[in-house]
């Protein structure tokens, strides 16, 4: 998991050569004017989903973990708390892996939180087991975008 400013984005490239492609597009696109949805950058292996949500308590959480993509989650407008962990301190399923949807929800003990709000990022890869769109001290709507990456 990795968590950051925007404006650091550029030293991160060299991790994945897919993970420029995907920061060029929150750099420039108009994020705030995007409507919800799909945004394909390259097919499949890149794209990104806009989304206007409201966060939810913490007692709601669901614990996810991905292992075809990587995602990196990135606040346009309001703030979030993100719940993550490392997927070895997960032993429970809660939903079996969906193949289609590239996720499993998973149950566990051992887990951090963050908070990030407009301009911040999160890169989570698949041994990053994620808990997002909590709120920081209540419910709120924001939006973000997710830019998909695959491995």
């Not at 490239?13 to 995907?22: T, V």
């Not at 890149?46 to 409201?54: P, S």
Request: proline share 2%; with cysteine.
């Amino acid at each position: 998991m990795i968590f950051d400013r925007l404006n650091n984005s550029k030293q991160y490239y060299k991790l994945n050569e897919r993970l420029e492609k995907g920061f060029e597009f929150i750099l420039n696109n108009d994020l705030s004017s995007l409507k919800e949805g799909r945004y394909e950058i390259d097919g499949n292996d890149i794209y990104a989903n806009v989304q206007t949500l409201t966060t939810k308590e913490k007692s709601e959480q669901k614990w996810e973990v991905h292992r075809k993509y990587i995602d990196i989650q990135y606040v346009i407008k309001g703030e979030e708390c993100m719940g993550y962990g490392i997927l070895e301190d997960f032993k429970n399923v809660a939903e079996k892996y969906d193949e289609t949807k590239d996720v499993e929800f998973l149950k566990g003990e051992t887990y951090n939180y963050i908070n990030v709000k407009e301009g911040d990022f999160v890169i989570f890869y698949p041994q990053d087991v994620h808990a997002p769109m909590l709120s920081v001290k209540k419910p709120e709507n924001i939006k973000k975008v997710i830019v998909k990456i695959a491995l």
